[in-house]
């Protein structure tokens, strides 16, 4: 149970190109899902938390307008990178909590590697 | 501030036991997460403890002292495929999870 699905696995694009991720839950629903980056070596960065039907929080220093994320069901939600530039290259990581109590366990996708060229 | 302390690798012998300690510093606590994330891949879950004491789940155990701001997790019976980096994910008052570098265990024949 909790199946995270995340797509696609990668994605090679030009500079300036706009990238769509998709994360769905198969298996449950998710009131809330997040959205990770993670650079090589280094720990999970949280870009944003998405709760359905509602606007994204993002962290301090990701930009709402660049990162566009959308959670429009209970078992979708998006990340849009707007305009990507080589920076943008990383591996973006989401993941979902059933609901409940807020101390779930979070069920990751399996992730997106970006290259930007 | 927040902040985790872990090895940032261990190297143990395939069949053996290892014991991987966290430490940490939270605004307020709701318990801690271990996973576990092979290379290039996304992180899986392995255990939860909120309470003091230690969980066991099949070959992976972990342990929690609170008052200590401290946690291990236990893996025994190693196989080579339990070669990854595990994370230390403690839960603030805000049910957000502090995410460190976790420990990059490699396991040899």
């Known amino acids: 149970g909790a199946v995270v699905s995340q797509h696609p696995s990668w994605v090679i694009c030009k500079s300036g190109t706009s990238v769509k991720i998709e994360c769905r839950s198969l298996?449950?629903?998710?009131?809330?899902m997040f959205w990770y980056r993670q650079f090589p070596k280094q720990s999970l960065m949280l870009m944003a938390t998405?709760?359905?039907?509602?606007?994204?929080?993002?962290e301090q220093g990701v930009e709402k307008d660049k990162f566009l994320i959308n959670h429009a069901s209970l078992t979708l939600s998006t990340l849009t990178v707007t305009s990507a530039h080589p920076e943008d290259s990383s591996f973006y990581i989401c993941s979902a909590i059933t609901t409940g109590a807020d101390n779930q366990p979070q069920h990751f996708g399996d992730g997106t590697r970006l290259s930007i060229l | 501030g927040q902040n985790i302390d872990q090895p940032t690798e261990m190297t143990a012998t395939e069949g053996a036991i290892v014991q991987i300690n966290c430490t940490y510093q939270?605004?307020?606590?709701?318990?801690l997460f271990w996973y576990q994330q092979h290379a290039g891949e996304a992180p899986t879950f392995l255990s939860y403890n909120v309470l003091d004491g230690l969980e066991e789940k099949g070959r992976f155990s972990s342990f929690l002292s609170r008052s200590k701001g401290y946690s291990y997790l236990l893996l025994k019976e190693l196989q080579m495929k339990d070669s990854a980096s595990y994370l230390c994910?403690?839960?603030?008052?805000?049910?957000?999870?502090?995410w460190g570098a976790g420990t990059k265990l490699i396991i040899k024949p």
């Open positions: 994910a403690p839960m603030d008052s805000n049910y957000q999870l502090i």
């Open positions: 298996d449950f629903q998710a009131t809330t």
């Open positions: 939270t605004s307020g606590f709701n318990g």
């Open positions: 998405s709760n359905e039907g509602s606007k994204a929080t993002y």
